[in-house]
């Protein structure tokens, strides 16, 4: 079945660049989505379309792909930034089932 | 701006169904190529896509969710409702409803949430 896997937890000061990693099979073909969420929210939608950013989302924020993975950057990485992040994508059934990565928590601090 | 508002029971017993209903607000259900979703997320554990509908009452769902999950829609009163039968414990999570875009690009079907309730818990306990 169509898995997306992500490291459980990433750790940075502030200041420094972290990176979140979404590996799957499919993704040399279909790059996935990226979502924050903070403690007690609803996900927020970071990255679309490997690399945008929807309005709002500060440009240190950014999206890349090679091979199966993808990755999320955020460059100088600040306190607000501890959150949780999920990549997303569906698989290439007819059905389009909607996949979330296991998510990764980011600390900064 | 569109804005969308899980309601329903917080409580439901074991075996019952589970019945929630997202209201849309700021637009309308029918405009555009979108799709409606459910997705739940158990305490402290990851997010779960449950399955999506169009307003032409096309339904796609989670399989593993599948024999137990109904989602419709219902375009007079602007909203989409989610039932859920024969429940269990481990189906004790917050609900969030979302709005889903499809794209055709590269030769695939992309979908994305880019609108999503505040999510609403559900406890399953007797």
């Known amino acids: 079945s169509y898995e997306l896997t992500q490291p459980p937890s990433v750790s940075v000061s502030p200041g420094q660049t972290a990176r979140i990693t979404c590996s799957g099979d499919?993704?040399?073909?279909?790059?996935p989505y990226w979502y924050q969420q903070k403690s007690g929210q609803a996900p927020v939608l970071v990255i679309y379309?490997?690399?945008k950013r929807p309005s709002g989302i500060p440009e240190r924020f950014s999206g890349s792909s090679s091979g199966t993975m993808a990755t999320l950057t955020i460059s100088g990485a600040q306190v607000e930034d501890e959150a949780d992040y999920y990549c997303?994508?569906?698989?290439?059934?007819?059905?389009?089932?909607?996949?979330f990565g296991g998510g990764t928590k980011l600390t900064v601090l | 701006q569109v804005q969308l508002q899980e309601s329903g029971p917080g409580l439901v017993k074991p075996s019952q169904t589970l019945s929630l209903t997202c209201t849309v607000s700021?637009?309308?259900?029918?405009?555009?190529?979108?799709?409606w979703s459910w997705i739940r997320q158990p305490a402290g554990k990851g997010l779960e896509w449950i399955g999506r509908?169009?307003?032409?009452?096309?339904?796609n769902y989670n399989p593993s969710l599948k024999s137990r999950v109904t989602i419709s829609v219902d375009t007079s009163k602007n909203q989409f409702s989610l039932k859920l039968s024969s429940v269990t414990a481990a189906d004790t999570a917050v609900y969030y409803c979302?709005?889903?875009?499809?794209?055709?690009?590269?030769?695939?079907?992309?979908?994305?949430?880019?609108?999503w309730g505040k999510g609403t818990t559900v406890t399953v306990s007797s």
């Open positions: 979302a709005r889903e875009v499809q794209l055709w690009l590269f030769g695939y079907y992309y979908y994305y949430m880019d609108v």
């Open positions: 700021g637009g309308s259900i029918s405009s555009g190529s979108y799709y």
């Open positions: 509908i169009y307003t032409s009452g096309s339904t």
């Open positions: 499919a993704l040399p073909k279909k790059y």
């Open positions: 379309e490997d690399s």
């Open positions: 997303y994508s569906t698989d290439s059934s007819g059905n389009h089932r909607g996949v």
